[in-house]
Nanobody
Framework: QVQLVERGGGLVQAGGSLRLSCAAS????????MGWFRQVPGKEREFVTAISRSGSVTYYADSVKGRFTISRDNAKNTVYLQMNSLKPEDTAVYYC?????????????????WGRGTQVTVSS
């Protein structure tokens, strides 16, 4: 069993930055590929970014490429999402997810564990 806790959400003006973190516990963190997804009310959960177990491979949704950066620190059992040049359309609940022995993937059903989410609101 793995538990994930997201932190760092909040309110920011358009053009600003936020850094989210996701702390994992329960099993060896390096055995999990990690991902970030986001969701707004009434819409499906949307892929944002993912990172492989070693951190050597990353994927980004086109909507965030060049603005967001995913990274991980396996020694701290933590994955990060650095969000720059934020736009109002980035407003959503952001979820951290873990995929046991997986590779970085944009498919939500591939992930085994999910955090409870953290709200990010970008004002215009």
């Amino acid at each position: 069993q793995v538990q994930l806790v997201e932190r760092g959400g909040g309110l920011v003006q358009a053009g600003g930055s936020l850094r989210l973190s996701c702390a994992a516990s329960g099993r060896t963190f390096s055995n999990y590929a990690m991902g970030w997804f986001r969701q707004v009310p009434g819409k499906e959960r949307e892929f944002v970014t993912a990172i492989s177990r070693s951190g050597s491979v990353t994927y980004y949704a086109d909507s965030v490429k060049g603005r967001f950066t995913i990274s991980r620190d396996n020694a701290k059992n933590t994955v990060y999402l650095q969000m720059n040049s934020l736009k109002p359309e980035d407003t959503a609940v952001y979820y951290c997810a873990a995929d046991f022995w997986g590779s970085a993937t944009m498919t939500a059903t591939s992930y085994d564990y999910w955090g409870r989410g953290t709200q990010v609101t970008v004002s215009s």
